[in-house]
């Protein structure tokens, strides 16, 4: 299993952590995304090591957008 933490800018309200959870959730090997909204947190549990590109991708599908790692 591996673990990785994203800062995403632009999430407000309860939706807003449903749309990104369900983005992400979509990508191969994610078992489970957990989201802390204060912060803009978003811990990724994983199969193996994801491409942060594809994190990136996911999270501005939603509508937001990632600023940490770059
Ligand atoms: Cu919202």
């Known amino acids: 299993m591996t673990t990785s933490t994203y800062t995403v800018t632009g999430m407000t309200c309860e939706?807003?952590?449903s749309a990104v959870t369900s983005e992400v959730s979509k990508i191969n090997g994610v078992s489970d995304v957990r989201i802390d909204l204060n912060s803009g947190n978003v811990t990724v549990v994983s199969s193996g090591p994801l491409d942060p590109d594809d994190i990136r991708a996911a999270v501005d599908e939603?509508?937001?957008e990632v600023t940490d790692p770059a």
Do not use: D, L, T
């Open 15 to 17: 939706h807003c952590v």
């Open 62 to 64: 939603a509508g937001y």
